[in-house]
């Protein structure tokens, strides 16, 4: 086996530049430590860890966190159990189409008005929680924010953090810091934490784009780091973390029910995402490794396939910037940003609830009007009743 994956998999011109070989690569003690596939083994257990350190979190310090912030869950109405729904729902869809409402109304013998509202209710019954949200919301927060201060003091003092072109002065035999050893193995290992709890995670509208991206980066980070782009990995890195830190924290306000803080988080995250990711990211960090980057060495496999995975992340980021361009229109003509387009809700949830909650809200001025005429209608009975204890008690005195 370790003769196919040395014969196969680690040739040299996959993984280095022409005219350089693995010995080339080779460090002393005193020089630093190179970079080594078999160091990504590592994230594995690493993944597993922070999957069971965020299941303590969310509850020893995230569910505090929600009760001081006022988080509050929605009444949701349970439906009936009806068999035949109840197997159409799990078997077939959730979206029934109106001729499965019909198929279903002739089976069941309830109108379509019923069936409707049934896997309505049914939907929003299966809905994650506020709590849940704010746990995951509060998670990631945490998890930025942290990792960005780490990045950032690991880099601020480097060269190429100031000059991106230092990112390829004396590749591929450039040490790796131990500080960026564990940046790369911590962010890696929350990257797979997080694939690997795609399927329990609250499921979003952008929810294959977040698959898609979240396979891109660990390719990228893995890739990265065998061959040795680490310090341009490490830009990469510390560039997503800065924008995603306002993201969180302005889900977590949203949870809370903070709209007088919400739409300046917004502006705010808008503002960094849009510089981030199309500006600094594609002006620094892919100018410097499609341009620059062949002032140093002649193109070779590795070259065009970390340059792929990072052209993947800036489609996604213009996708991404699209969402929130249509935020920003309805902020500027509605006056206030309805719900995150990028990835804050449900895709079918939010219009359940609002069809529940308009159909409650409509329910109420109903009952409210139907008490008012019966108030006035007894307010007449009494008056009338009160008339005619007068009349009669006056036709003696007439007598």
Known sequence: MEAFFNEWLWKEEYWLPPGISWQDTEMKEEEGRFPRPRDLLFSLPLAVAFIALR????????????????????????????????????QNTRLPSQSDVLSLGKQSGLSQRKIQTW?????????????????????????????FTGGLASLINTSWFWDPSECWRDYPKQPVADAHYWYYMLEMSFYLSLLLCVSVDVKRKDFKEQVIHHIATIFLIGFSYCANFVRVGTLVMLLHDSSDIILESGKMFHYAGWSWLCDPMFIVFALVFMLTRLVVFPCRVIHTTLVLSMDFFQPFFGYYFFNALLLVLQALHVFWAYLILRMIWKFAFMGKVERDERSDEESEADDDEEEEQEEESSWDQRKGTMNSKLASLADNCVLNNLTNRRSISRLPKAR
């Open 119 to 147: 896997f309505r209710h049914r939907r929003n019954q299966d809905r994650p929680s506020r709590t849940k949200k704010f746990w995951e919301a509060t998670w990631r927060f945490v998890f930025y924010l942290a990792f």
């Open 55 to 90: 299941y303590v979190f969310e509850r020893c310090f995230a569910d505090p966190l929600r009760k001081l912030f006022g988080v509050e869950e929605r009444v949701r109405i349970r439906v009936v159990p009806i068999p035949k729904l109840e197997t159409f729902y799990t």
